[in-house]
């Protein structure tokens, strides 16, 4: 089969997949009414598929911020940080970020993505090693890669799994990396950081932490899991996202070790890549802000996850372990779960749908991203939408 050919096989497995017509996938939202309503093609939705954990994306302090800075800078800095891409904004941001978390240093990347690919390449190398949950986001697996080190995979949360592989690798600890998320991005759960963090000082690695999901979400005044667990001193490395609770595009680093800094001279992600524009940066400085004094939200997204976390579990559906802003309808038949999905945008209300092989464990996720903003009765909405579905369409197939 030469390349071209291969191209088509994955688009005719993409079609066996879905019927004819149906774009699950990369769905273009026409016209955008706040951080919860949308229209997409001719309706009106609820957005219940997005990141806007805060429901940020129209704060006017981060609107002005990026205003002022569009006047002031332009419109994109126009290289890599390493070269002519380094403005005071993103200074700024690394030591606004290293404070926040009461460290000693910070980077600013250009997307989240690029945040796990150059933290990872830069601490690991051939000869090391990472230690990774099964259910790690791409950009962890794309980091390992590029890093060369040995990639040993432990099964979800499983502290017994992980311990039997530390064991395995004898002295080769010390050069071992491990890495794990806050929040998961598929099923919504938390990492046991606790016990992870005694592996970790038990047989002496370096841990990373990736609080994606998690930043804005967890802890007093949001730091993420980190900080709900009060383990800032344990955690060697962290990285997140902008384009979640904070509401723009980017990612950082930050850690207590100075070392860190050495990655601005080790990282392909970090040199080779053009800087964040001016104006993202500022609206990302006015964020982490907001951000950080968001009891009041964190309190409301809370509450609202909580609801339709009860809501989902009581008309039947099989959910993640514990409620949080990402809650994800488990099913076993990729038909159905499509079903689902667009019976959902047929009324109104728009989620992500996640096929195998991209869902663990060969199953099929209809995937909910709650927010600050949603309203009780838009909750309500979407929860007794699920179940008139589930005895519709999951009870009928029973
Ligand atoms: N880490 C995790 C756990 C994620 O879920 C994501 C994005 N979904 C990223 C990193 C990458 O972030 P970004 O999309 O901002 O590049």
Redesign the pocket.
Known sequence: MNLLEKLDAAAAARKAMLPEGVGAFGIPIEEVYSATEARIGERRVILLGT?NYLGLTFAPECIQAAHDALDAEGTGTTGSRMANGSYYGHRALEREFAEFYGYCAGIVFT??????LGTISGLVSRGDTVLIDSD??A??YDGCILSGAEIIRFKHNDMIDMEKRLRRLGNRTENTLIIV?GI??MLGDQAPLAEIVDLKNKYNCTLLL?E??SIGVLGETGQGLVEKTGLQNEVDFI?G????SLCS???FCVSNHPQLDQLRYLSHPYIFTASPSPATIASTRAALVLLREGKALRRQLWKNCTQLYDHLKKAGYTLGPEPGPVIAAILDNPKQALQIWQSLLENNIYVNLILPPAAPDGKSLVRCSVNAAHSTEQISYVGETFAKLHRQILDADA
Request: net charge negative; no cysteine; aromatic share 12%.
């Open positions: 990141n997307t989240g993505y690029q945040a796990n790690s986001h950009s962890i998320e998961y991005s990736d994606a999901h990285t996202t902008f384009s979640k595009i980017g990612g």
